[in-house]
């Protein structure tokens, strides 16, 4: 795998802030209620087992998996997947919300790029040929590369921001994820941030070797 990262970066590594300007990424990200956070407290002696001092886990704690599409554009459309996607589900995000959003962001043929990664239901040959027939270029992706991908930094900050809320229910969590990802100013200055850094992202990625970087 560390292979197949640094041939990728070394055949995209000439790609300028504006082509990576042109590229829109898809990208999964599971939220949960009541989410595992690392807590540091100071107890009395004698207080260990106390109910103040003592964090409550949920052991089956309700998620939802959302599917957005960003590009140095902003934030697009959302989907929140029903179950476990597969390709028909898959193939009705991309017609409901990646083909309006492009529209959108990229009117009157505007030249674009699609990013998604290789997950077993975005290379299904209907995908495939849902893709070809709306003549939508896909970006080659490596696997095992959350490094490289933008929107990971903004799962980053959309969960910090949910995290600050106790939320105890699905319609809830899905409501605040909502509201963050759409109208949180954090999100919004980050977006275009994030994909501007792709050279930057790609230079780290061949300096490592092919192995983790900072990103």
Partial sequence: MKKKRLAWAREH?????EDWSKVCFLYEST????ADKSNIVRRRPGKKFHPDCIVKRVKHPVKIMVWPVISAKGVGRLYIVQGTMRQVQYKQVLDTRLLPQLREWFPEGEEFLFM???ALCH???SVTKFLADHDIPVLPWPGNSPDMNPIE???KI???EIAKQMITTKVKLIEK???VWHHNPKIKESVKQCI???PRRIEALIQAKGNVTKY
Avoid: G
């Fill in 196 to 198: 501007e850094s792709m």
């Fill in 116 to 118: 998604h990664d290789s």
């Fill in 153 to 155: 930094n903004l799962w």
């Fill in 177 to 179: 994820f909502i509201n």
């Fill in 31 to 34: 939220f949960e209620i009541l």
């Fill in 123 to 125: 290379k299904a040959r």
């Fill in 13 to 17: 590594h000439l790609m300028s802030v």
């Fill in 158 to 160: 959309t969960k910090a």
